[in-house]
Protein backbone atom coordinates (compact mmCIF):
# COMPACT_ATOMS: atom_id res chain seq x y z
CA UNK A 1 0.00 0.00 0.00
CA UNK A 2 1.58 3.81 -1.00
CA UNK A 3 1.87 6.01 1.72
CA UNK A 4 -1.13 8.01 -0.01
CA UNK A 5 -3.79 5.62 0.86
CA UNK A 6 -2.24 4.25 4.01
CA UNK A 7 -4.22 3.45 6.98
CA UNK A 8 -4.42 3.67 10.91
CA UNK A 9 -6.27 2.75 13.94
CA UNK A 10 -7.05 5.08 16.54
CA UNK A 11 -8.64 3.85 19.40
CA UNK A 12 -10.33 6.81 21.78
CA UNK A 13 -10.10 5.35 25.27
CA UNK A 14 -12.82 4.94 27.81
CA UNK A 15 -11.00 8.10 29.43
CA UNK A 16 -11.64 9.99 26.02
CA UNK A 17 -15.32 8.67 25.74
CA UNK A 18 -16.24 9.56 29.21
CA UNK A 19 -14.75 13.10 29.54
CA UNK A 20 -17.13 13.74 25.91
CA UNK A 21 -13.53 14.45 23.88
CA UNK A 22 -14.55 11.94 21.04
CA UNK A 23 -15.81 14.98 18.89
CA UNK A 24 -12.88 17.06 19.29
CA UNK A 25 -10.33 14.12 18.77
CA UNK A 26 -12.10 12.97 15.48
CA UNK A 27 -12.11 16.65 14.32
CA UNK A 28 -8.53 17.03 14.66
CA UNK A 29 -7.66 13.76 12.15
CA UNK A 30 -10.70 15.39 10.13
CA UNK A 31 -8.96 19.06 9.82
CA UNK A 32 -5.64 17.55 8.41
CA UNK A 33 -7.42 15.36 5.81
CA UNK A 34 -7.37 12.30 7.42
CA UNK A 35 -10.75 10.32 6.19
CA UNK A 36 -12.69 8.18 8.37
CA UNK A 37 -13.25 4.76 6.61
CA UNK A 38 -14.58 3.05 9.65
CA UNK A 39 -16.23 3.96 12.96
CA UNK A 40 -17.77 2.55 15.87
CA UNK A 41 -18.52 2.40 19.44
CA UNK A 42 -17.76 -0.63 22.03
CA UNK A 43 -17.27 -1.57 24.99
CA UNK A 44 -13.88 -3.67 23.90
CA UNK A 45 -14.21 -7.55 26.14
CA UNK A 46 -10.89 -8.60 27.70
CA UNK A 47 -10.06 -11.11 25.05
CA UNK A 48 -10.29 -8.01 22.55
CA UNK A 49 -8.02 -5.78 24.46
CA UNK A 50 -5.68 -9.06 25.36
CA UNK A 51 -5.39 -9.45 21.10
CA UNK A 52 -4.96 -5.68 20.65
CA UNK A 53 -1.96 -5.38 22.72
CA UNK A 54 0.88 -8.04 21.63
CA UNK A 55 2.44 -10.95 23.51
CA UNK A 56 5.87 -11.15 22.49
CA UNK A 57 9.19 -11.00 24.44
CA UNK A 58 10.25 -7.92 22.04
CA UNK A 59 6.91 -5.99 22.71
CA UNK A 60 7.04 -6.51 26.47
CA UNK A 61 10.58 -5.34 26.84
CA UNK A 62 9.96 -2.32 24.48
CA UNK A 63 7.08 -1.31 27.34
CA UNK A 64 8.97 -2.48 30.74
CA UNK A 65 11.81 -0.61 28.50
CA UNK A 66 10.01 2.86 28.34
CA UNK A 67 8.23 2.83 31.78
CA UNK A 68 11.57 2.05 33.65
CA UNK A 69 13.02 4.87 31.74
CA UNK A 70 10.61 7.40 33.15
CA UNK A 71 12.05 6.94 36.66
CA UNK A 72 15.80 7.47 35.92
CA UNK A 73 17.82 5.73 38.36
CA UNK A 74 14.85 5.38 41.29
CA UNK A 75 13.55 2.47 40.20
CA UNK A 76 15.16 -0.80 38.52
CA UNK A 77 13.12 -3.71 37.14
CA UNK A 78 13.11 -6.18 34.66
CA UNK A 79 11.65 -4.68 31.09
CA UNK A 80 10.22 -7.85 30.47
CA UNK A 81 8.47 -8.05 33.78
CA UNK A 82 7.29 -4.67 33.57
CA UNK A 83 6.11 -5.06 30.05
CA UNK A 84 3.70 -7.77 31.33
CA UNK A 85 1.97 -5.93 34.29
CA UNK A 86 1.97 -2.50 31.98
CA UNK A 87 -0.26 -4.94 29.31
CA UNK A 88 -2.44 -6.81 32.34
CA UNK A 89 -3.23 -3.21 33.25
CA UNK A 90 -3.60 -1.82 29.59
CA UNK A 91 -6.69 -5.10 29.06
CA UNK A 92 -7.99 -3.88 32.06
CA UNK A 93 -8.64 0.06 31.43
CA UNK A 94 -9.30 -0.70 27.73
CA UNK A 95 -12.31 -3.11 28.22
CA UNK A 96 -13.17 -0.60 31.57
CA UNK A 97 -15.50 1.42 29.44
CA UNK A 98 -16.42 2.30 25.85
CA UNK A 99 -14.38 2.83 23.28
CA UNK A 100 -14.53 4.11 20.50
CA UNK A 101 -12.47 2.39 17.42
CA UNK A 102 -11.53 4.19 14.04
CA UNK A 103 -9.90 3.73 10.92
CA UNK A 104 -8.19 6.52 9.15
CA UNK A 105 -7.07 6.60 5.97
CA UNK A 106 -4.67 9.19 3.79
CA UNK A 107 -1.14 10.19 2.96
CA UNK A 108 1.67 8.89 5.77
CA UNK A 109 -1.72 8.75 7.93
CA UNK A 110 0.16 6.39 10.74
CA UNK A 111 2.98 9.22 10.76
CA UNK A 112 0.18 12.13 11.15
CA UNK A 113 -1.62 10.50 13.29
CA UNK A 114 0.73 9.75 16.07
CA UNK A 115 2.10 13.62 15.62
CA UNK A 116 -1.74 14.81 16.33
CA UNK A 117 -1.57 12.06 19.25
CA UNK A 118 1.15 13.17 20.89
CA UNK A 119 3.75 11.39 23.21
CA UNK A 120 2.61 8.48 24.60
CA UNK A 121 3.62 9.70 28.16
CA UNK A 122 1.22 12.56 28.84
CA UNK A 123 3.75 14.66 30.40
CA UNK A 124 5.80 14.73 27.19
CA UNK A 125 3.44 15.68 25.11
CA UNK A 126 3.81 18.83 23.24
CA UNK A 127 0.81 21.44 23.55
CA UNK A 128 -1.05 21.20 20.60
CA UNK A 129 -1.20 17.50 20.56
CA UNK A 130 -4.23 15.72 22.02
CA UNK A 131 -2.35 14.65 24.93
CA UNK A 132 -0.71 17.59 25.57
CA UNK A 133 -3.48 19.54 25.93
CA UNK A 134 -6.01 17.59 27.35
CA UNK A 135 -4.62 15.25 29.99
CA UNK A 136 -1.92 15.27 32.99
CA UNK A 137 -1.40 12.07 33.82
CA UNK A 138 2.27 10.03 33.85
CA UNK A 139 3.55 7.15 34.15
CA UNK A 140 5.03 7.66 37.50
CA UNK A 141 1.56 8.76 38.76
CA UNK A 142 0.09 5.40 37.28
CA UNK A 143 2.82 3.42 38.66
CA UNK A 144 1.97 4.29 41.92
CA UNK A 145 -1.85 3.87 41.72
CA UNK A 146 -1.16 0.23 39.57
CA UNK A 147 -3.05 1.29 36.61
CA UNK A 148 -2.69 1.84 32.98
CA UNK A 149 -1.86 6.10 31.85
CA UNK A 150 -4.84 7.70 31.42
CA UNK A 151 -3.67 8.91 27.69
CA UNK A 152 -7.11 9.23 26.09
CA UNK A 153 -6.15 7.87 22.47
CA UNK A 154 -4.19 5.22 21.13
CA UNK A 155 -2.70 5.77 17.88
CA UNK A 156 -0.76 2.48 15.57
CA UNK A 157 2.62 2.87 15.85
CA UNK A 158 3.59 1.62 12.29
CA UNK A 159 2.36 0.86 9.12
CA UNK A 160 2.77 -2.95 10.19
CA UNK A 161 1.03 -2.70 13.59
CA UNK A 162 -1.85 -0.91 11.61
CA UNK A 163 -2.43 -3.65 9.60
CA UNK A 164 -2.48 -5.92 12.39
CA UNK A 165 -4.53 -3.84 14.88
CA UNK A 166 -7.14 -2.91 12.07
CA UNK A 167 -7.71 -6.95 11.64
CA UNK A 168 -8.51 -7.26 15.80
CA UNK A 169 -11.04 -3.85 15.36
CA UNK A 170 -12.81 -4.20 11.94
CA UNK A 171 -13.56 -6.82 9.42
CA UNK A 172 -12.95 -5.74 5.79
CA UNK A 173 -16.54 -5.47 5.26
CA UNK A 174 -16.70 -2.77 8.10
CA UNK A 175 -14.07 -0.88 6.32
CA UNK A 176 -15.59 1.81 3.67
CA UNK A 177 -13.74 2.01 0.00
Known amino acids: MSSRRERTLILIKPDGVKRKLVGEIVSRFEKVGLKIIAIKMLVPTKALAQRHYPSTP ?3 RSVGKKLIGTYGKEKVKDPLKVGKIVKKRLCEFVSSGPVV ?3 LKGPQAVDIARKIVGSTEPLKSDVGTIRGDF ?3 SYK ?3 QEDRA ?3 LVHASSSRKESKREINVWFNKKELVK
Open 101 to 103: AIV
Open 58 to 60: DWY
Open 135 to 137: TVD
Open 149 to 151: VQN
Open 141 to 143: LAD
